[in-house]
T-cell receptor, first 110, second 118 residues
Framework: KNEVEQSPQNLTAQEGEFITINCSYS?????LHWLQQHPGGGIVSLFM???GKKKHGRLIATINIQEKHSSLHITASHPRDSAVYIC????????????FGTGTRLTIIP | DTEVTQTPKHLVMGMTNKKSLKCEQH?????MYWYKQKAKKPPELMFV???????INESVPSRFSPECPNSSLLNLHLHALQPEDSALYLC?????????????????FGSGTRLTVV
Protein backbone atom coordinates (compact mmCIF):
# COMPACT_ATOMS: atom_id res chain seq x y z
CA LYS A 1 0.00 0.00 0.00
CA ASN A 2 1.28 3.45 -0.89
CA GLU A 3 1.86 5.74 2.07
CA VAL A 4 1.18 9.36 1.13
CA GLU A 5 2.37 12.12 3.45
CA GLN A 6 1.75 15.82 3.14
CA SER A 7 3.40 18.72 4.88
CA PRO A 8 2.62 21.01 6.48
CA GLN A 9 -0.76 19.91 7.84
CA ASN A 10 -1.76 23.51 8.46
CA LEU A 11 -0.37 26.67 6.91
CA THR A 12 -1.34 30.28 7.57
CA ALA A 13 0.20 33.03 5.46
CA GLN A 14 -0.28 36.65 4.56
CA GLU A 15 -1.82 37.63 1.25
CA GLY A 16 0.83 37.84 -1.44
CA GLU A 17 3.17 35.27 0.05
CA PHE A 18 4.64 32.38 -1.94
CA ILE A 19 3.19 29.08 -0.73
CA THR A 20 4.71 25.59 -0.94
CA ILE A 21 2.92 22.38 -0.02
CA ASN A 22 4.79 19.07 -0.15
CA CYS A 23 3.72 15.50 -0.85
CA SER A 24 5.80 12.35 -0.49
CA TYR A 25 4.82 8.81 -1.34
CA SER A 26 6.41 5.46 -0.68
CA UNK A 27 5.77 3.39 -3.82
CA UNK A 28 6.44 4.30 -7.44
CA UNK A 29 3.47 5.67 -9.32
CA UNK A 30 2.44 6.57 -12.85
CA UNK A 31 0.91 9.94 -11.94
CA LEU A 32 -0.02 12.15 -9.02
CA HIS A 33 -3.08 14.34 -8.51
CA TRP A 34 -3.31 17.65 -6.70
CA LEU A 35 -6.83 18.45 -5.52
CA GLN A 36 -8.42 21.49 -3.88
CA GLN A 37 -11.38 21.48 -1.52
CA HIS A 38 -12.97 24.64 -0.14
CA PRO A 39 -14.72 24.38 3.25
CA GLY A 40 -17.95 22.43 2.90
CA GLY A 41 -17.40 22.05 -0.82
CA GLY A 42 -16.62 19.47 -3.42
CA ILE A 43 -13.21 18.60 -4.78
CA VAL A 44 -11.62 20.31 -7.75
CA SER A 45 -8.83 18.61 -9.65
CA LEU A 46 -5.96 21.07 -10.04
CA PHE A 47 -3.29 18.97 -11.70
CA MET A 48 -2.44 15.47 -12.75
CA UNK A 49 1.24 15.09 -13.48
CA UNK A 50 3.57 12.24 -14.19
CA UNK A 51 6.84 14.13 -14.69
CA GLY A 52 8.36 17.58 -14.58
CA LYS A 53 6.24 20.61 -13.97
CA LYS A 54 2.81 22.01 -14.81
CA LYS A 55 1.55 25.57 -14.44
CA HIS A 56 -1.97 26.93 -14.36
CA GLY A 57 -2.34 30.59 -13.52
CA ARG A 58 -0.71 31.19 -10.15
CA LEU A 59 -0.44 27.48 -9.39
CA ILE A 60 2.64 25.41 -10.19
CA ALA A 61 3.03 21.69 -9.53
CA THR A 62 6.28 19.77 -9.76
CA ILE A 63 7.10 16.12 -9.36
CA ASN A 64 10.35 14.21 -8.92
CA ILE A 65 9.62 10.58 -9.71
CA GLN A 66 13.02 9.33 -8.53
CA GLU A 67 12.66 11.01 -5.13
CA LYS A 68 8.93 10.17 -4.89
CA HIS A 69 8.10 13.76 -4.08
CA SER A 70 5.81 16.46 -5.43
CA SER A 71 5.26 20.09 -4.53
CA LEU A 72 2.41 22.50 -5.13
CA HIS A 73 3.33 26.17 -5.24
CA ILE A 74 1.02 29.17 -5.16
CA THR A 75 2.44 32.51 -6.21
CA ALA A 76 0.96 35.84 -5.03
CA SER A 77 -1.42 34.03 -2.68
CA HIS A 78 -4.91 35.42 -2.20
CA PRO A 79 -7.57 34.82 0.47
CA ARG A 80 -9.65 32.88 -2.10
CA ASP A 81 -6.81 30.33 -2.17
CA SER A 82 -7.80 29.34 1.38
CA ALA A 83 -8.78 25.69 1.11
CA VAL A 84 -7.57 22.17 1.83
CA TYR A 85 -5.06 20.90 -0.71
CA ILE A 86 -4.84 17.14 -1.13
CA CYS A 87 -2.42 15.02 -3.09
CA UNK A 88 -3.60 11.63 -4.29
CA UNK A 89 -1.89 8.77 -6.09
CA UNK A 90 -3.25 5.83 -8.04
CA UNK A 91 -1.39 2.52 -8.07
CA UNK A 92 0.91 1.89 -11.04
CA UNK A 93 -1.42 -0.48 -12.85
CA UNK A 94 -4.96 0.42 -13.75
CA UNK A 95 -6.63 -0.02 -10.44
CA UNK A 96 -9.10 2.64 -9.54
CA UNK A 97 -8.19 3.17 -5.91
CA UNK A 98 -6.64 6.54 -5.21
CA UNK A 99 -4.61 6.85 -2.03
CA PHE A 100 -5.15 10.30 -0.55
CA GLY A 101 -2.82 12.34 1.59
CA THR A 102 -4.24 13.81 4.79
CA GLY A 103 -4.43 17.26 3.26
CA THR A 104 -2.92 20.67 3.96
CA ARG A 105 -5.27 23.31 5.34
CA LEU A 106 -4.20 26.67 3.89
CA THR A 107 -5.44 29.97 5.28
CA ILE A 108 -4.46 33.21 3.57
CA ILE A 109 -4.96 36.32 5.69
CA PRO A 110 -5.76 39.59 3.91
CA ASP B 1 -18.69 19.57 -20.90
CA THR B 2 -15.93 18.84 -18.38
CA GLU B 3 -18.00 18.50 -15.25
CA VAL B 4 -19.41 15.89 -12.95
CA THR B 5 -22.83 17.05 -11.82
CA GLN B 6 -24.31 15.79 -8.56
CA THR B 7 -27.84 16.27 -7.31
CA PRO B 8 -29.15 17.18 -4.87
CA LYS B 9 -26.53 19.43 -3.26
CA HIS B 10 -28.06 18.97 0.19
CA LEU B 11 -30.30 16.21 1.54
CA VAL B 12 -31.87 15.70 4.94
CA MET B 13 -33.53 12.34 5.47
CA GLY B 14 -35.01 10.33 8.28
CA MET B 15 -33.80 6.89 9.20
CA THR B 16 -36.84 5.25 7.61
CA ASN B 17 -36.70 7.20 4.35
CA LYS B 18 -35.59 6.00 0.93
CA LYS B 19 -33.73 8.52 -1.20
CA SER B 20 -31.30 8.54 -4.11
CA LEU B 21 -28.24 10.54 -5.02
CA LYS B 22 -27.55 11.18 -8.68
CA CYS B 23 -24.32 11.75 -10.57
CA GLU B 24 -23.94 12.60 -14.26
CA GLN B 25 -21.00 13.17 -16.61
CA HIS B 26 -20.76 13.62 -20.36
CA UNK B 27 -17.00 13.36 -20.81
CA UNK B 28 -17.08 9.79 -22.07
CA UNK B 29 -15.45 8.55 -18.86
CA UNK B 30 -15.97 4.81 -18.39
CA UNK B 31 -15.04 4.63 -14.69
CA MET B 32 -17.30 6.22 -12.08
CA TYR B 33 -16.88 6.32 -8.33
CA TRP B 34 -18.72 7.00 -5.11
CA TYR B 35 -16.74 8.37 -2.17
CA LYS B 36 -17.81 9.21 1.37
CA GLN B 37 -16.09 12.05 3.20
CA LYS B 38 -16.42 12.87 6.87
CA ALA B 39 -15.37 16.27 8.19
CA LYS B 40 -11.63 16.95 8.08
CA LYS B 41 -10.89 13.50 6.66
CA PRO B 42 -9.84 12.42 3.17
CA PRO B 43 -12.47 10.80 0.96
CA GLU B 44 -13.07 7.08 1.42
CA LEU B 45 -13.82 4.98 -1.63
CA MET B 46 -17.19 3.20 -1.53
CA PHE B 47 -17.88 1.84 -5.02
CA VAL B 48 -16.33 1.80 -8.48
CA UNK B 49 -18.11 1.13 -11.75
CA UNK B 50 -15.99 0.28 -14.76
CA UNK B 51 -17.69 0.07 -18.15
CA UNK B 52 -21.05 0.13 -16.31
CA UNK B 53 -20.20 -2.92 -14.20
CA UNK B 54 -19.54 -2.84 -10.46
CA UNK B 55 -15.84 -3.53 -10.07
CA ILE B 56 -15.14 -2.51 -6.48
CA ASN B 57 -17.36 -2.56 -3.39
CA GLU B 58 -15.34 -1.53 -0.35
CA SER B 59 -17.45 -3.62 2.05
CA VAL B 60 -20.12 -0.95 2.14
CA PRO B 61 -23.28 -1.77 4.16
CA SER B 62 -26.24 -2.88 2.06
CA ARG B 63 -28.24 0.18 3.08
CA PHE B 64 -26.19 1.86 0.31
CA SER B 65 -27.05 0.47 -3.12
CA PRO B 66 -25.25 1.76 -6.23
CA GLU B 67 -26.62 1.65 -9.74
CA CYS B 68 -25.11 2.56 -13.10
CA PRO B 69 -27.97 2.71 -15.63
CA ASN B 70 -25.70 3.87 -18.49
CA SER B 71 -22.21 5.19 -19.13
CA SER B 72 -23.17 8.76 -18.11
CA LEU B 73 -25.20 8.15 -14.98
CA LEU B 74 -24.43 6.84 -11.53
CA ASN B 75 -26.96 6.60 -8.72
CA LEU B 76 -26.63 5.81 -5.04
CA HIS B 77 -29.82 4.53 -3.45
CA LEU B 78 -30.15 5.08 0.29
CA HIS B 79 -32.43 3.18 2.67
CA ALA B 80 -32.61 2.88 6.43
CA LEU B 81 -29.54 5.01 7.03
CA GLN B 82 -28.07 5.79 10.40
CA PRO B 83 -27.06 9.22 11.77
CA GLU B 84 -23.39 8.20 11.44
CA ASP B 85 -23.92 7.98 7.67
CA SER B 86 -24.19 11.78 7.61
CA ALA B 87 -21.33 12.96 5.41
CA LEU B 88 -20.40 14.54 2.10
CA TYR B 89 -20.92 12.02 -0.73
CA LEU B 90 -18.70 12.66 -3.70
CA CYS B 91 -18.99 11.25 -7.17
CA UNK B 92 -16.01 11.12 -9.52
CA UNK B 93 -15.23 9.80 -12.96
CA UNK B 94 -12.15 9.05 -15.01
CA UNK B 95 -11.04 7.80 -18.38
CA UNK B 96 -9.97 4.19 -18.56
CA UNK B 97 -7.48 3.21 -21.21
CA UNK B 98 -7.63 -0.46 -22.13
CA UNK B 99 -4.65 -0.04 -24.40
CA UNK B 100 -2.50 1.29 -21.56
CA UNK B 101 -3.15 -1.50 -19.11
CA UNK B 102 -6.41 -0.05 -17.87
CA UNK B 103 -4.74 3.04 -16.45
CA UNK B 104 -7.05 5.73 -15.17
CA UNK B 105 -6.57 9.35 -15.89
CA UNK B 106 -8.48 12.61 -15.97
CA UNK B 107 -10.07 12.14 -12.55
CA UNK B 108 -12.90 14.65 -12.19
CA PHE B 109 -14.85 15.10 -8.96
CA GLY B 110 -18.33 16.46 -8.43
CA SER B 111 -19.23 19.07 -5.84
CA GLY B 112 -20.86 16.47 -3.64
CA THR B 113 -24.15 15.92 -1.83
CA ARG B 114 -24.13 16.88 1.82
CA LEU B 115 -26.29 14.27 3.51
CA THR B 116 -27.74 14.64 6.99
CA VAL B 117 -29.55 11.67 8.54
CA VAL B 118 -31.88 12.59 11.39
Amino acid sequence: KNEVEQSPQNLTAQEGEFITINCSYSVGISALHWLQQHPGGGIVSLFMLSSGKKKHGRLIATINIQEKHSSLHITASHPRDSAVYICAVPPWFGNEKLTFGTGTRLTIIP
Amino acid sequence: DTEVTQTPKHLVMGMTNKKSLKCEQHMGHRAMYWYKQKAKKPPELMFVYSYEKLSINESVPSRFSPECPNSSLLNLHLHALQPEDSALYLCASSHRDRQRGEKNYGYTFGSGTRLTVV
